[in-house]
Every structure is written in structure tokens, then in C-alpha cells.
Nanobody, 116 residues
């Protein structure tokens, strides 16, 4: 069983920046977590991919965040980060940390609000 703990959410004005962190932990070894990343869900909408990073550092981004968000990962700490710059009101939503280790795991979510 893997637990994901998110931090860094909050309220920011449009154009501002925030950094999310997500640390994975388990009672046993979790060496070799495959993909880690972030999804988000806006009110009334389906959950969507924001960014993913493989254990080797290969990143995938949603078109809507390319050039503004950067995902990174510290394998030694089993932690994934999301640097979000030039935030827009449409980035508002609950952001969920994701990890795949035999099966998908989800964090509880953290609210991001970018006000206009």
C-alpha cells in the first residue's frame, strides 16, 4: 500500500506561481515507482491529466499547461513536484497526485484557485 501526501496548494492571483509537492511512502520498499504525476478536476468537469514523469525523467504535459508548468521528480525521496507559473483562472481545480506502483494510487487532492 502506497500513501501519497500532497502540499503546496492555495489561492493565487492570475499570473502568479505555485509549487506542488507529493511524497510517496509505504510500509515496505517502493523502489521503482513507475509514473508519478498530477491530475486535476475543475467543478463540473472530469478529472484530466496535467503532467506525468517517468522514473527516468521523461515528462508528458497536457497541451493547456505546456510552457507554463514543469514537473520534476526526486527518486531518492519518492517525491514529485509541479512548478506552476503564469497561472490562469482556468487552472483552478483540485489537483491530485498520482503514482503507479503495480496499480494506480491517488492522493487526497489539494485545491488550487487562480483568481482573475
Amino acid at each position: 500500500q502506497v500513501q501519497l501526501v500532497e502540499s503546496g496548494g492555495g489561492l493565487v492571483q492570475a499570473g502568479g506561481s505555485l509549487r506542488l509537492s507529493c511524497a510517496a511512502s509505504a510500509s515496505g520498499s517502493i523502489f521503482g515507482i513507475a509514473h508519478m504525476g498530477w491530475y486535476r478536476q475543475a467543478p463540473g468537469k472530469q478529472r484530466e491529466l496535467v503532467a506525468l514523469v517517468s522514473s527516468g525523467g521523461s515528462a508528458t504535459y497536457a497541451d493547456s499547461v505546456k510552457g507554463r508548468f514543469t514537473i520534476s521528480r526526486d527518486n531518492a525521496k519518492n517525491t514529485v513536484y509541479l512548478q506552476m507559473n503564469s497561472l490562469k483562472p482556468e487552472d483552478t481545480g483540485v489537483y491530485y497526485c498520482y503514482a503507479f506502483f503495480g496499480r494506480p494510487y491517488w492522493g487526497p487532492g489539494t485545491q488550487i484557485t487562480a483568481s482573475s
